[in-house]
């Protein structure tokens, strides 16, 4: 074992010079995720060339567009039934055949479901220790993410000769889409089917609305709502601003709107340029979730909320009569 | 007989390979069937559950003025939250006659004995310690957690590792899937609702979007979701009980994993500090400075 690391920390100096990141894109098929654009954009700011790996079940949309996006040296296509559902058994020898044949120094992917579900095991796979969620990139071995839900600020410098990196994307700003002229070239072919585990089916929320994590205004619910049918006046505060809508875990877990709405600490990190949370009462893990929109203002009844101490524009008064007042005036 | 037995000691736990037929974990070696006891293939799993101490998720966290990392003296601590529920889903497996044993593990220096201890009360049936200096503990990640468990998921022959989704200390997000590697066992991560059937088990997951079902094969490792369930808090005479259930003591280096550690520390800051803005009287006055702000 100890032999082991010192033939890493002497393959990692070697490697140093030779700067190239892997990219895994996340997509379902017919669209690319624009998390993957943020990705691009983390990749970018390491330096050396940008490798895109694009598998799936049928990969041709997101690979033309990916191949269009700026600064992408290289498109890798896996198009193989085994990917059916993007599970991480059946992803990561992919991915570790595409190490072995390309060598990269940096492998990553943006920090959602899908990122935090796959890179860990190929991080396990290498032997190395992935850093989760960067929300900057100092050099090639030094990065910054937050720990204690957002309350510390943590810069660390990775030994391994492979960084394996997920990335929060509000962070980062999207790559351009185009302008980019990226070589297509297939993957390292294998059998990757996995015996160990299947997808079987998604249950996904069916939306008008903008993605969460894109939305330049979200409108936020939280346990003061009472109720799922009460959500409808966020909704249609949300039509006024063409804004998306999400939740605080009370109110998830109270079962008032699905997971996917969910923003906090252990839900979505979202950056709007407005965040209204209305009947929220602002505790850290939420705050984790929500702290870096531009502007945020709060509805509450109760003046003593901790949600107060980091709104911009803060309201005292029932939502119940406030937002409805507010969606009447705009 | 002995050249086998040289054999398994001189091959690292995670070279060791599936024997086909029997399903069983075993040194890669032409004759070690013959190293096998008999197993039986039970239909009750043994169930491993990881818990973590970490600072109580109500504690206002604050940064050493040294800039090394967070005030950790005289700080309230307990079970990391997601640990709680991990150790609940297993709980309820024994009591639904799905698990023989639940063993409670927590990797760290002396006072990790305290959420083992709240583990046995919730009903584990024993624990393990696995101890780590405070100064090493510092710089553990999960890549060596993830060894720790695996080594023990495999001595201790669990059916199903059942971790927390994430610790809220470093909200890293990694040890579930890094141990599943090791293992090459499948993942069940985000899990939301888990049931056992008799091909293994079928998960309901959270993602990004919504909901997703998996099927996944036994052994498994998975990590529990907020709403897999609602932890049970753990009684008063249950908690006595736990004093006298077996706790067991080793080292990572008992179980062969190094853990000299990968990164370096070079700062822990505050984060860029968010000040209060004005309260507004009405609804009049929230509509005029959304105006000023450029917001519509």
């Known amino acids: 074992m100890f032999a082991n690391n010192t033939r890493n920390l002497v393959r990692s100096s070697f490697l140093q010079r030779c700067k190239s990141t892997l990219v895994v894109a996340e997509h379902n098929n017919e669209t690319l995720n624009p998390l993957t654009l943020n990705t691009i954009t983390a990749a970018k700011k390491i330096g050396g060339d940008v490798t895109v790996l694009v598998a799936g079940t049928k990969c041709g949309p997101a690979s033309e567009a990916v191949a269009k ?27 570790l055949a595409a190490q072995s044949q390309f060598k990269f120094t940096h492998i990553l992917a943006g920090a959602s479901a899908f990122g935090k579900n796959v890179l860990p095991r190929i991080a396990a796979k290498l032997d190395v220790s992935p850093i989760s969620e960067i929300i900057d990139v100092k ?74 994590t894109g939305a330049k205004v979200i409108i936020s619910g939280g346990r003061g709502l009472k109720s799922g049918d009460n959500f409808k006046l966020l909704y249609d505060l949300a039509d006024k601003f063409g804004a998306a809508v999400g939740a605080s875990r009370a109110a998830v877990d109270a079962g008032y709107v699905p997971n ?17 949370a209305v009947g929220i009462s602002g505790a850290i893990q939420h705050l984790a979730g929500m702290k870096d929109s531009k502007t945020i203002v709060a509805i509450n009844k109760d003046p003593e909320a901790p949600i107060f101490q980091v709104a911009d524009i803060g309201l005292v008064a029932d939502l119940f009569k406030a937002v409805p007042e507010l969606t009447g005036k705009l | 007989m002995i050249s086998l037995l040289f054999n398994s000691v001189a091959t690292p736990f995670w070279k060791w390979q599936r024997c086909g037929k029997y399903n069983l974990w075993t040194p890669n070696h032409p004759l070690s069937f013959l190293t096998i006891s008999a197993v039986a293939r039970k239909k009750m799993a043994r169930v491993l559950v990881g818990v973590k101490r970490v600072i109580d998720y109500a504690v206002k966290v604050r940064v050493k003025p040294e800039k090394n990392g967070v005030v950790t003296q005289g700080v309230k601590h307990s079970m990391n939250p997601f640990d709680e529920i991990a150790v609940e889903e297993a709980v309820k497996m024994k009591e639904k006659k799905l698990a023989s044993e639940v063993i409670a593990v927590s990797v760290g220096p002396t006072q990790s ?52 989704k994430q610790a809220i200390d470093d909200d890293a997000n990694q040890t579930a899937q890094m141990t599943a590697a090791v293992l090459d066992w499948p993942q069940g991560t985000f899990c939301n609702k888990v049931e056992k059937t008799d091909a293994g088990l079928t998960i309901a997951r959270e993602i990004d979007g919504g909901l997703e079902t998996i099927k996944t094969k036994l052994p498994a490792v998975l990590s529990a979701d907020l709403r897999l369930n609602t932890p049970r808090y753990a009684t008063l005479p249950n908690i006595m009980k736990a004093k006298k259930k077996p706790l067991k003591k080793v080292t990572p ?25 004005a309260v507004v009287a009405d609804v009049d006055a929230l509509v005029a400075k959304l105006k000023a702000g450029g917001h519509i």
């Not at chain 1, 993410?145 to 994307?169: F, M, Q």
């Not at chain 2, 009903?123 to 023990?152: F, M, N, T």
């Not at chain 2, 008992?254 to 860029?272: A, M, N, Q």
Request: glycine share 8%; aromatic share 4%.
């Open chain 2, 113 to 164: 004995q305290e959420v083992i201890r709240t583990a046995l009360a919730m009903g584990a049936d024993r624990g393990v310690h696995v101890e780590v200096p405070a100064a090493e503990y510092d710089l553990l990640q999960p890549i060596h957690v993830s060894k720790i468990l695996a080594k023990l998921a495999l001595d201790e022959k669990a059916d199903l590792v059942i971790l927390g």
């Open chain 1, 260 to 276: 996917d709405l969910q923003i906090g600490q252990t839900g979505k990190i979202v950056a709007p340029e407005l965040y209204v």
């Open chain 1, 139 to 212: 050099s090639e071995d030094t990065f910054v993410r937050t720990i204690y839900a957002g309350n510390a600020i943590l810069t660390l410098k990775s030994k391994d000769p492979v960084k394996v990196i997920t990335v929060r994307g509000t962070n980062f700003p999207p790559a351009a889409t185009s302008g980019g002229n990226g070589a297509v070239e297939q993957a390292p072919a294998g059998d990757y089917a996995s015996s160990l585990s299947e997808f079987v089916s998604q249950e996904l929320t069916k939306s008008d609305r903008p993605e969460l």
């Open chain 2, 253 to 277: 280096k008992d179980l062969g994993v190094d853990t000299t550690p990968r990164i370096e520390i070079i700062s822990v800051e505050d984060p860029p500090v968010r000040q209060a803005g």
């Open chain 1, 69 to 95: 996006v700026e600064g992408v040296t290289k498109v890798l296509v896996a198009e193989n039934a085994a990917f059916k559902g993007f599970t991480p058994e059946s992803l990561t020898p992919l991915v």
